[in-house]
């Protein structure tokens, strides 16, 4: 199957990358279900005016960010055979109907493509079985 794609294979492949940073990172984070627990000592909780604990954390873990930059970059075209790749590889569509899928994305998009992708638990995978279905 010969697909003819705005937005090289390479790319794709770079996103899938950063996706995959990015959910192993949050993967880490979450470990036994105890993402939000939070342990004060005994002066933390006696001095009423200590505020240090809660000070913002910085993360210095950008991924994430730079994973929504790269696809809000993209234009209408990149970002639709982006979303088609991903229901490729998900299994929504076969290789074959790869212009069917890009056009349903042009149609469907009424948010930002980075929230609907990044929203994709397996979105990785998803890129990479597409890119693999399409022969890519």
């Known amino acids: 199957m010969d697909v003819d794609l ?3 294979a390479e790319t794709i492949r770079l996103l899938a990358q950063k996706a995959r940073a990015v959910s192993s990172h949050l993967e880490d984070t979450f470990e036994d279900g105890h993402e939000g627990d939070v342990e004060f000592d005994e002066e933390t909780l006696t001095d009423t005016h200590s505020h240090d604990g809660l000070a913002e954390e910085e993360n210095d873990d950008m991924s ?3 994973l929504r930059e790269l696809i809000e970059d993209l234009n209408v075209d ?4 982006l979303v088609a790749v ?3 590889g998900r299994g ?3 290789a ?3 212009e069917q899928a890009v056009e349903e994305a042009r149609e469907r998009a009424v ?3 980075a929230d609907y992708l990044i929203g994709m638990p397996l979105l990785p ?3 990479e079985n597409g890119l693999d279905a399409l022969d890519l």
Do not use: K, Q
């Open 78 to 81: 990149e970002a639709a055979e």
């Open 111 to 113: 948010g930002p493509t």
């Open 96 to 98: 074959e109907d790869f």
């Open 86 to 88: 991903a229901w490729i």
């Open 125 to 127: 995978d998803y890129l």
């Open 64 to 66: 994430d960010e730079e």
């Open 92 to 94: 929504d569509f076969d």
């Open 6 to 8: 705005t937005l090289s």
